[in-house]
């Protein structure tokens, strides 16, 4: 039985860091801040929450397990939160995105308050 928790480990620690090398190329690729940053929010989102698994099947049912999975809960806050503040500073800095046009229903112009 410990060779399948040690063989689901390693499927979760390599899949994670196979995300972070996809958001790197993300990071790298894509034209703006504002698309890089979704790139590097969602694949690192999900790059540490499958690395953190990985790390809870090798610890077991310990005192490490409720530490990762309070690592967890404070990054499905702290990460969504960083990534939105830093977008919206940018648009309030005067950063337009690269978008060939506005689809939005309404008037305001980007990054403008209401």
Known sequence: MSMV??????IAIISGCVFLLIGSVGLIRLPDMFTRSHAA????????YLILLGMAFQA?????????FII???MFFASPTSTHA?????????MKPEVDEDRRP???KL????
């Open 106 to 108: 309404d008037d305001r």
């Open 5 to 10: 928790w040690d063989i689901l480990s390693w």
């Open 86 to 94: 830093l977008a919206k500073a940018a648009l309030d800095g005067g």
């Open 60 to 68: 077991g049912l310990s005192l490490v397990t409720l530490k990762l």
């Open 41 to 48: 929010g969602v694949t690192e989102t999900l790059a540490t």
């Open 72 to 74: 967890a809960l404070f």
């Open 111 to 114: 990054g403008e308050k209401k």
